[in-house]
């Protein structure tokens, strides 16, 4: 049994054999590599999705560089998000300051690109100098005529600071900017899908085909234009919960804009998302039209499904991701696949979300907070588990340790999301865990 650092004893619970409340929403511990990534980046990946917006990163290269493409967004029209651009600050900026390059990138990037608005993130180097980075900003906002929004993103200000909710501050000077006259009742937006793999698009069609508008995806294929008219739709409904849930708070407060939380991913947590949105607008057609689309999909692809669990069944996994309402929907869609969840952590879960997952999982689970390398090997040998699920910092680890992996992060390729997305997410864990490769992999010495 790995030995946990003694700042950390309460935030690893073993379900079963601890009594204790897990510990969260602590900084990580100083030296154990958390597999949390920097605020700038979780600021990054909230925003980086609008696509005709211009995405400036105003610090060295290595930021722009480390968090280029970091999204597998999808777009339908416009590209301009997959750009990195980058004010490449160097030791002249570092002494003399920046904001005069700044400016004449900002300038010189909108009249080169013309898009609809641009988000200019401030990096570490950038709180250490103290640039002004706001003053800049409305300075070519009020030359240029369109919104220049600074996103404050510093890794080290103040100990509530938090890359998703500097994303949605900045997201929420546009709300409420532009015209909703041709808005529906019947409307929502959707908070905190990234578009991965197409995945909105399946989604925006469940809605439309109940009968229900979608004015804004926010951020996923996202458009400026749509996020300042987001105000007028009567519902938002939140995916991803951890990077999404202040702008909903933000949203209801200012224009009484009830939210609700979601997830897509799962025959059970995907039929109960649609089934949430139709009886909020309380439409006999619109929840005719629910049942009626949720009954053909899951008779279409849980035939298919059942086949694979076949195989599958007794098999154990490892989940860690970042936001919890992932990870309550992978144990779900595991106990459907015939799979135990063995161990199970997030990186921003908080009392209410590991209540939850106590709930959810079996005895004998490990339920960790915030881990890092040395404890995930750790459980992962100690369980014997036959699949990680996690994202591109954790795929590593189970390959040298030769256990399956499936991404589940934001780099992925395979859209995941919906009721095809849960066919998608079987034949990948039963390709993965049922590959000759792992059996090669356990003769070798390493």
């Known amino acids: 049994m790995v030995k946990i650092l003694a700042e950390r004893k309460k935030q690893v619970f073993r379900q079963g054999q601890d009594k204790f409340d897990l510990a969260c929403g602590k900084h990580s511990v100083a030296g154990s590599v958390s597999q949390r990534a920097c605020v700038f980046c979780g600021a990054r990946v909230v925003l980086y999705p609008i696509a005709d917006a211009l995405h400036l990163v105003h610090g060295p290269i290595g930021c722009a560089a480390y968090t280029w493409d970091i999204r597998g967004a999808l777009s339908s029209g416009p590209q301009l998000h997959r750009m990195s651009f980058s004010t490449d600050l160097r030791e002249m900026e570092v002494v003399y300051g920046g904001e005069k390059k700044l400016y004449r990138d900002l300038r010189s990037l909108i009249a080169e690109y013309k898009p609809r608005a641009a988000f200019v993130y ?36 103040g100990t509530k600071k938090d890359g998703y909710r500097a994303a949605c501050e900045a997201l929420f000077k546009l709300v409420g900017t532009a015209s909703v006259k041709d808005v529906s009742r019947f409307s ?66 200012k224009f009484k804009q009830p939210f609700i939380r979601v997830s897509y991913f799962g025959f059970e947590d ?155 997410f079987t034949r990948e864990v039963y390709a993965t865990v049922l590959s000759p490769v792992w059996k090669i992999s356990k003769e070798i010495e390493v």
């Open 122 to 157: 401030s990096t570490c180097i950038v709180g250490l100098i103290g640039d002004d980075v706001d003053a800049v900003c409305r300075r070519v906002s009020r030359e240029t005529n369109i919104p220049v929004l600074p996103v404050s993103a510093p890794g080290f200000q």
């Open 188 to 253: 929502v937006n959707i908070l905190g899908d990234f578009n991965i793999a197409g995945e909105i698009w399946t989604i925006k069609k469940y809605y439309e085909e109940m009968g229900v508008q979608v004015v804004a995806t926010m951020t996923g294929d996202g458009r400026v234009g749509d996020i300042r008219r987001a105000h007028g739709a009567a519902l938002n409904v939140v995916q991803c919960s951890g990077s999404m849930s202040h702008l909903a708070e933000l949203m209801k407060n």
């Open 270 to 424: 995907m039929a109960a998302a649609l089934y949430q949105v139709a009886d909020f607008f309380g439409n006999s057609l619109i929840q005719e039209k629910t049942v009626a689309l949720v009954k053909r999909e899951i008779e279409l692809v849980n035939p298919i499904v059942q086949v694979y669990r076949r195989a599958l069944t007794g098999k154990t996994a490892a989940i860690y991701v970042g936001g919890a309402f992932k990870a309550f929907s992978l144990v779900r869609a595991l106990r459907l696949i015939g799979m135990e969840t063995a161990i199970v952590g997030t990186q921003t879960g908080g009392v209410e979300d590991y209540q939850k997952l106590k709930e959810l999982c079996s005895e004998g689970t490990i339920i960790v907070d915030d881990s890092n390398p040395v404890e995930l090997s750790a459980f992962l040998k100690e369980k014997k588990v036959d699949l990680l699920i996690g994202g591109v910092k954790e795929r590593p680890l189970a390959y040298k340790m030769g256990i399956g992996f499936c991404d589940h992060n934001h780099e992925r390729k395979i859209p995941l999301s919906g009721f095809s997305g849960m066919l998608n």
